[in-house]
């Protein structure tokens, strides 16, 4: 049975301007043991998949369609039932771990409340199994840091720290959302290996959201690329980077960094701007900034059109061969 099933989730929030839609006809699904990466600019409906997964939409969001855990409805269940899950089989990894981690609280005491919570374990209990989730981590120094506060650890370390709550109840599905942001390219390239090893030891699901087309190139079995709140592109990985077939996406990936450019070199972008939520068109969002945009693209929301098996486009006139 397939673990997570999403199906035209769309979400709508409170703005001062009236109400926004945030997400339009989002679609997926993951098995146990997939891992599936999200990618767009800041802005693109992103994060708030993530949040709606979690049930932590803001009070005045407004949640239409379905996502189905195990065959379970999860939309529009009670807050209890969502206490429930989260923790124990739907975990997050926040993209800044300062902001993730309690100031007040020591580290083992933090990693041990969902093993109290959802496990029932006591306080000796709890802080043994802490203490082996934060060696499991690779966290230096484990048993000192039982007792340390977040202010007392690095960026690198307090991500660590993230991932190791986030996996105290073996969760069924891991969504990390940008979890390497505020940090250094090779505390990245570690905390990214130390998901990809427990992902895989564990048989869980993975939800990696980020910017970067090269971190997902190499994490993610498949993508789903994001613009003005909808998935634009989706498909396997290789099948994904080796077509561009969405304007958005080739933009995406002609304006990533390269090896061996001169110093100084600029590097190519996409005009303009994504548009406010409040200001989404009828239409593709993209229009505005695609050159291969018609009156066709900004009458209606283009349909998801199949180019070839698993991947699928949102667009009127999508790249349709494969990149040279």
């Given at each position: 049975m397939t673990l997570l099933a999403v199906e035209q989730l769309g979400v709508t929030l409170?703005?001062?301007?009236?109400?926004?839609?945030?997400?339009?006809?989002?679609?997926?699904?993951?098995?146990?043991?997939?891992?599936?990466?999200?990618?767009?600019?800041?802005?693109?409906?992103?994060?708030?998949?993530?949040?709606?997964?979690?049930?932590?939409?803001?009070?005045?969001?407004?949640?239409?369609?379905?996502?189905?855990?195990?065959?379970?409805?999860?939309?529009?269940?009670?807050?209890?039932?969502?206490c429930r899950l989260r923790g124990d089989r739907l975990a997050m990894v926040f993209q800044e771990p300062m902001t993730a981690l309690n100031p007040l609280h020591t580290i083992g005491r933090q990693v041990a409340e969902p093993l109290r919570l959802h496990r029932g374990l006591d306080a000796t209990a709890a802080r043994a199994e802490a203490l082996r989730l934060l060696q499991r981590v690779q966290l230096p120094q484990a048993a000192q840091r039982l007792q340390a506060y977040p202010h007392q650890l690095s960026g690198g370390q307090r991500q660590r720290v993230v991932i190791a709550i986030a996996l105290a109840c073996g969760p069924d599905l891991l969504i990390a959302d940008e979890p390497t942001t505020a940090l250094d390219v090779t505390i990245q390239r570690e905390v990214l290996a130390l998901i990809g090893e427990?992902?895989?030891?564990?048989?869980?699901?993975?939800?990696?959201?980020?910017?970067?087309?090269?971190?997902?190139?190499?994490?993610?079995?498949?993508?789903?690329?994001?613009?003005?709140?909808?998935?634009?592109?989706?498909?396997?990985?290789?099948?994904?980077?080796?077509?561009?077939?969405?304007?958005?996406?080739?933009?995406?990936?002609g304006a990533r960094p390269r090896l061996g450019q001169p110093r100084g070199s600029r590097l190519p972008t996409i005009a303009g701007r994504v548009p406010e939520l409040i200001d989404l068109p009828s239409g593709c969002a993209f229009a505005e900034r695609c050159s291969r945009a018609d009156p066709d693209c900004r009458a209606a929301l283009p349909a998801l059109r199949e180019l070839a098996s698993g991947h699928a486009v949102r667009c009127c006139h999508p790249h349709t061969a494969h990149r040279p």
């Open positions: 409170a703005t001062p301007r009236g109400r926004a839609q945030a997400l339009r006809d989002v679609a997926f699904s993951l098995e146990r043991g997939q891992t599936l990466g999200l990618i767009g600019e800041s802005g693109c409906g992103k994060s708030i998949t993530a949040l709606a997964l979690m049930g932590l939409l803001p009070d005045a969001a407004q949640a239409s369609g379905s996502i189905r855990l195990d065959g379970r409805e999860l939309l529009g269940q009670p807050e209890a039932d969502w427990l992902v895989r030891e564990d048989g869980m699901a993975l939800l990696l959201i980020s910017h970067d087309l090269g971190l997902m190139a190499e994490n993610v079995q498949r993508m789903l690329v994001m613009y003005g709140g909808s998935v634009v592109e989706s498909g396997s990985t290789a099948e994904v980077f080796a077509r561009l077939a969405h304007p958005y996406t080739r933009g995406l990936f």
